[in-house]
């Protein structure tokens, strides 16, 4: 059987990475949004405009997703910090009440 233990700084850490890493894809993002060419066909050039609309909002979606999972990191910190903190709580609540009837 393996034991399950969560490392409270870890997920700290961790969440911090994912903020900074979503800072520098933010940064990214113009750099992959090049001007497009003129292809001599207008037909082709809105293509290739909607093309590069969609490829930005695919971007900025994983902007979002990045900055949403290190949400969700330091949430699930607070959420052990909490849940330890109930605990040891109830085991002092049932170690003063022992044999207490």
């Known amino acids: 059987m393996t034991d399950f233990k969560v490392v409270s700084d870890d997920l700290t850490t961790m969440a911090t990475a994912y903020t900074n ?6 940064k ?3 750099k992959l949004s090049p001007a497009l060419p003129d292809s001599g066909s207008a037909a082709l050039n809105k293509v290739m405009r ?3 609309d969609e490829l ?8 979002s997703s990045i900055d949403a999972d290190a949400d969700k990191l330091r949430d699930a910190r607070t959420i052990y910090d909490r ?4 605990n040891k709580n109830r085991f002092l609540w049932d170690n003063l009440n022992t044999g207490v009837n």
């Open 21 to 26: 890493e979503a800072g520098v894809y933010q």
């Open 28 to 30: 990214l993002l113009p």
């Open 50 to 52: 909607s093309l590069m």
């Open 56 to 63: 930005d909002i695919f971007n900025q979606q994983m902007v």
């Open 83 to 86: 849940t330890e903190d109930f």
